[in-house]
Every structure is written in structure tokens, then in C-alpha cells.
């Protein structure tokens, strides 16, 4: 919590003295629009994702077995967990640093470098760093193109809460079903699937990886257009 507040607090400080501006260019939650955004970005990729884990279990002949353990004060902790560790990341990767970048260089060359450090920032904290390069250059490309998304929603719809919305909810629905620290499986277990091998892992995993993100794109574009009536502009740039 304290780490949180610290990220604030240096997210004010660069928004005050570099772009004049104070928090609520970030959008965080300061009314019920991007309320409704949040809960719209959370309900949508964990409904989403429950799709592509059912469309998984098809494939590879997933069976689960229901956690017979199912513990809901630890479920409700991975939550909190999650939503911190989210609103953290946020805050670093699509947060005042995104917003100034945006006004600075423009917003693609901004949204790209916010996904390359997103992406990069995943092989430290997966501990991965050791692996093969396949291994890791997989990682950056599905995980920065996620960030790229992502700060895509923050540039479009001029705040933070959507695209922590979708990082809420993916994170904590994988919990629920897969092994993950420090929560995992905490209402599915995988029992046993279909593995595959060489080319045929790279090619699922890819298509795996990078369709949550593909649809979420797709989402947020005709969601900026039909709900939000926002002209496809970022933040104004500096000339």
C-alpha cells in the first residue's frame, strides 16, 4: 500500500511541475463515467476470457475439477491483491508518464514505448530472465502488445479506469483457474489437457496470447465511437 502511495504521489509531482496539471487528467475515478468505464473493462475482459478458457478446454480437452476447498475470505483477498498490484502498474505504465509522452512526442510513439516497458518490465517480474530468448521475446510481444492496448484505451477515452478495469479483470480471473502466486486455482483445477509440441505450442500460444488483446482493441475502438462520441484524436499534442 505504502509503494502505492509513493507512486502517487511522484505521478502528482511530474503532472504539477512538468505538465502543469494535477491527477485528474489521469481520469481516476472522479465521476461516475469512468466508474461505469471500470466496471465495463472488468466485466468485459473477464467475460471475455471465460469464452477463450471454454473455446481452450474444447480444443486441447481441458478437465477441470471444482476446488473442493473453495475459499471465499482468500477468493475476496486476491481481489484486493490484484487491484493494488493493477492500479500500481497502471499508474507507472499508462499514467503520468503515458500522458506527458502523449503531449511531448505524440501518442503512437508514446503508446509504443509504454508497451515496450511493459512488455520488458514482464521478463523481470515473471523471472524469466534466464530463459531462452524464444521464451522471452514471447513474453514482451504478448505482454507489450497488451500494454499497447491498453494505453490505447487511456489515450482514447482520456482515463485510467478502463484499461485497469481489463487488468483487474484478466488478472484476478486467471486466478480462479490456473496456478498463479500469490493466489491461484481458487475455484477450477486443471487435471489434465492435450500438449503440444514445437510449432504447433508457438502457433497456439500466439493466437492464445494475443486474441484477448485483438478483441479488446476491437471493443474499445467501437466503444469510443458509439458510446463516448469521442472524435479518433489523442490528447492534444504540443507543436
Known sequence: MLGLLVIIVISWVLLRFIGKENLKVLGIATNQKQVLQFIIGCLFIMLTNVLIIYAESIVLKVDWELNNVINYNTILNSFIYHIRSAMTEDLIFRGAILYLLIKKIGS?????????AFGIYHVFSYGITGERIIVMLYIVLIT???????AYTFCKTKSIMMALGF????????????????????????LSKINL??????????????????????FVKQYVKRKLNIAEKPVKEIT
Open 144 to 150: 507489450g502488445f497488451t500494454g499497447y492496448v491498453w
Open 108 to 116: 503512437q510513439k508514446a503508446m509504443i514505448l509504454s508497451a515496450l
Open 197 to 218: 509440441n514445437d510449432w504447433n505450442w508457438l502457433f497456439y500460444n500466439l493466437i492464445k496470447g494475443l486474441l484477448p488483446s485483438i478483441i479488446t482493441l476491437v
Open 167 to 190: 487488468h483487474l479483470g484478466y488478472n484476478f480471473l486467471m486466478t480462479l483457474f490456473y496456478e498463479s502466486a500469490p493466489y491461484g486455482e481458487l475455484i477450477f483445477i486443471e
